[in-house]
Nanobody, 114 residues
Framework: VQLQASGGGLVQPGGSLRLSCATS????????IGWYRQAPGNQRELVAD???????KYAGSVKGRFTISRDSAKNTMYLQMNSLKPEDTAVYYC?????????WGQGTQVTVSS
């Protein structure tokens, strides 16, 4: 599975961004797909994921601000990020576990700064 992330950039605190992750496989055939992030000096952490049945999970730090979704027609997953904070600054990666193997996209930089 190939994953292509996009949509990162520089945004002011309180602003919004939408990340996209295009998949090379039918996203309907993928049981779980999600977003991770890694800030300098920190470990990579789960931001949100979405599973079969459209069951979603969020990190406590983003709950209520971020929304994960997927579009089966476009084979694309999204992360809508609102009310962004400087602590959201990180490289964001899309990830999926497909037939027991872990796949990662290339990462997209999100910088929240005034």
């Amino acid at each position: 599975v190939q994953l292509q992330a996009s949509g990162g950039g520089l945004v002011q605190p309180g602003g919004s961004l939408r990340l996209s992750c295009a998949t090379s496989r039918s996203i309907s055939s993928i049981n779980v797909i999600g977003w991770y992030r890694q800030a300098p000096g920190n470990q990579r952490e789960l931001v949100a994921d979405i599973r079969s049945g459209e069951i979603t999970k969020y990190a406590g730090s983003v709950k209520g601000r971020f929304t994960i979704s997927r579009d089966s027609a476009k084979n694309t997953m999204y992360l809508q990020m609102n009310s962004l904070k400087p602590e959201d600054t990180a490289v964001y990666y899309c990830n999926t576990l497909y037939f027991g193997l872990d796949y990662w996209g290339q990462g997209t930089q999100v910088t929240v700064s005034s």
